[in-house]
């Protein structure tokens, strides 16, 4: 692709029926390197997974423009390039649909991966989100001379070895909490010779039948590939390294979480959590004989104080009381095709998966100090003051709530970003800001 035709193509990009695509302007930053500036006439959006869809598709409804900004060659990269086959939404649909847009009726009450897919690919198309793909932010900042962010990427449409630098009024920073997988350290690695993979990896426990297969993690992740993995005759057994929380899926005829909100409205929450895990104790009897030992407080309660969020069982909790699932503890180190715990008993297993989850990367890129934690990389005040920072600066997807969460953040960055936007053609201003980045222009 020629440069040119690169240059037409992110202008189309930036093409709205309000605002006609602004000019692109070329300065050298050195002999060998060029740098394509593109002014966007409104907020630039740093992620096409659903909470960055669902802020584009607020704005779109208050015909506020935006540019939505994706590493990877698709929406919901991590839906669709790094979750295993098996998986359900965890939550009825409800409680998972974006703004503006339900899910189809003819969905059953837990969607398939294969069907939110599907209904993100239909949210995009209805509300005309076009995201600029395999463009891999390096820096974002604010410059506080022309009072404008300059994000700066690599990759995508222009040629090999130039830059490009969107430079826009607003930034919504929407590459959530599992931007990157996290791998724990574990001695003996190298020694170990078996297959290691993180669950961003796992797609099916087809490749592993008739294996025994250590799986570390306990979260939901951690439970469905152990249950994927026994439907597909392999010798799952878990690493539990922490308290968890296991409740039933569904109680009372209803589901766990749509009864938890119900209750929540009528009743405190430490009584809402005694009676959840009153009925939970009836259903699935005492967990800590299986070597899952509950939390000294209530699901909800440290749900909102660590973010850490319960077990919802659909199946696994069976196959541990059968023996079908072994309970390990933590890992001391590894060793060749074996695993050494911290009890002192060995064990041997052909492949190791890690269900360790994925952190945030704001910090990697994101040129601020005041909105966003450098150490987790998470909005530093918690829901639901954590959406919006300073000079044009909002977070969506951050609230540790899921989808419902990041719904509520995306109505609310529209609603404020409207306010701000006004009636008046920001466009006037491009030539303006092209004379001040690059004055030789």
């Not at 040119?4 to 050195?30: C, F, Q």
């Not at 929540?264 to 009153?278: F, M």
Request: aromatic residues 8%; charged residues 25%; neutral net charge.
């Amino acid at each position: 692709m020629t440069s040119n035709n690169s240059m037409r193509e992110i202008e189309g990009k930036l093409a709205n029926d309000r605002y006609p695509p602004p000019p692109l302007m070329v300065k050298s930053t050195t002999n060998t390197k060029r740098c394509v500036l593109v002014p966007v006439p409104g907020p630039v959006i740093v992620g096409a997974g659903p909470s960055g869809l669902a802020a584009a598709a607020c704005l779109k409804e208050k015909n506020v423009p935006s540019l939505v900004l994706e590493r990877s060659n698709c929406i919901a990269s991590l839906w669709q390039l790094k979750t295993y086959d098996r998986l359900r939404l965890h939550l009825p649909k409800k409680f998972c649909e974006l703004p503006l847009m339900p899910f189809p009726e003819e969905f059953p009450t837990y969607p398939t991966k294969q069907q939110f897919i599907k209904y993100l690919e239909e949210y995009a198309k209805r509300f005309v989100i076009s995201p600029v793909f395999n463009q891999t932010v390096v820096s974002a900042e604010y410059d506080e001379g022309i009072g404008f962010w300059r994000v700066r990427v690599k990759g995508g449409l222009v040629e090999e070895g130039a830059e490009v630098e969107y430079v826009s009024r607003w930034l919504v920073v929407a590459t959530g909490e599992n931007a990157e997988v996290v791998v724990p350290e574990m001695e003996g690695v190298e020694e170990f010779g078996g297959e290691i993979v993180h669950t961003s990896g796992y797609k099916s426990g087809e490749v592993f039948r008739g294996k025994k297969v250590l799986v570390v993690g306990c979260g939901n992740s951690g439970m469905e590939v152990c249950l994927d993995l026994c439907h597909h005759n392999a010798m799952p057994s878990i690493v539990v390294r922490d308290t968890v929380h296991i409740l039933p899926r569904e109680m009372l005829g209803r589901s766990t979480f749509g009864l938890s909100m119900w209750l929540l409205k009528w009743l405190p929450l430490t009584l809402v959590d005694r009676l959840l895990l009153i009925v939970s104790r009836l259903l699935l009897g005492d967990t800590s004989r299986l070597g899952l030992t509950r939390p000294r407080i209530g699901p909800l309660q440290l749900k909102n104080q660590s973010g850490k969020t319960p077990v919802l069982d659909v199946g696994t909790l069976d196959k541990i009381k059968s023996g079908d699932i072994k309970v390990c503890p933590s890992i001391r180190g590894l060793k060749h095709n074996a695993v050494e715990f911290v009890n002192g008993k060995t064990e041997h297993f052909d492949a190791i998966i890690l269900a360790t989850g994925y952190k945030s990367n704001v910090p990697s890129w994101l040129k601020e100090k005041e909105m966003f934690s450098e150490e987790d990389g998470l909005p530093r005040r918690p829901f639901p003051n954590g959406w919006k920072g300073e000079h044009g600066l909002y977070a969506v997807g951050f609230t540790k709530r899921g989808l419902l969460g990041a719904s509520i953040d995306a109505r609310r960055i529209a609603q404020d970003i409207e306010q701000s936007f006004g009636e008046e053609d920001p466009c006037f201003l491009l030539p303006l800001l092209a004379h001040i980045l690059n004055p030789k222009s």
